[in-house]
């Protein structure tokens, strides 16, 4: 081995490999989805929210099948925006990962309203800063070049 070859292999230099912007933005919705389970896991340790699932109250009041299919719709978006991420044409996927997270981050907003647990704070800031990343990553799409 000459001392070129030996230099090669000893690098300390890491690689950074370009990784796809769906790929990323899909990673970041898996983020986002990880922090509502955690969150939810989290929200059953308050006092009192055992006791209020089992007389029947879920986050928006009494449960119904109506207020469990709402919930069910919302949680169920970031999922659907993993996979739409990767599978949507690039403009659609574009425009639709910037409108749905800003939704979601006006929602949230609205969430820190009815909420004085730290820990929801915590996990709603991270969330915002994860779906700012999407937008920003989103609008930022690179363009094909000719």
Known sequence: MNDK????????KLTDNHIDVKIKIAGLWASVVLLYIYGDFFGLFKTGKIDRIIEGFGPFGAVTQESLLAVSII???????????????????????VVISSVFIIFLFVTFLMSTWYFYFYLGFIEIILKLAII???WRWPH???
């Open 5 to 12: 070859d030996n230099l090669k292999s000893t690098s300390t």
């Open 144 to 146: 094909e070049e000719h």
């Open 136 to 138: 920003w990553l989103a």
């Open 75 to 97: 949680v169920s978006l970031p999922c659907i925006m993993v996979a739409l991420t990767l599978l949507l044409n690039p403009s659609v996927s574009r425009w639709i990962n």
